[in-house]
């Protein structure tokens, strides 16, 4: 089971923490990454982080998110700096880097 948590809304420029919180798996062997969905885009890959804790970015979001992991805690985080509108989205977490099993219900996140 994965649950989010940390969405909402927040000013263009402003920053959120996001956090997703495992059970049921043994978080610390399993990639993590964290997917958004808009209407307008669908699905977008946004960053995930790999067993050994290095992390990956979408270009859209380098340099502005960064992703975590607490494996004592079995949760994964997502701190997201300087938003922009277009950031905002529901927000997944997922296990998994290129393909996906476990996916979490979402935050949603509203950059207005």
């Known amino acids: 089971q994965l649950v989010e948590s940390g969405g909402g809304s927040v000013q263009p420029g402003g920053s959120l923490r996001l956090s997703c919180a495992a059970s049921g798996f043994t978080f610390s062997t399993y990639d993590m990454s964290w997917i958004r969905q808009t209407p307008g885009k669908g699905f977008e890959w946004v960053s995930a982080?790999?067993?050994?804790?290095?992390?990956y970015y979408a270009d859209s979001v380098k340099g502005r998110f960064t992703i975590s992991r607490d494996n004592a805690k079995n949760t994964v985080f997502l701190q997201m700096n300087s938003l922009k509108s277009e950031d905002t989205a529901l927000y997944y977490c997922?296990?998994?880097?290129?393909?996906?099993?476990?996916w979490g219900q979402g935050t949603q996140v509203t950059v207005s």
């Open positions: 982080i790999n067993s050994r804790g290095n992390p």
């Open positions: 997922a296990t998994g880097r290129f393909t996906f099993g476990y």
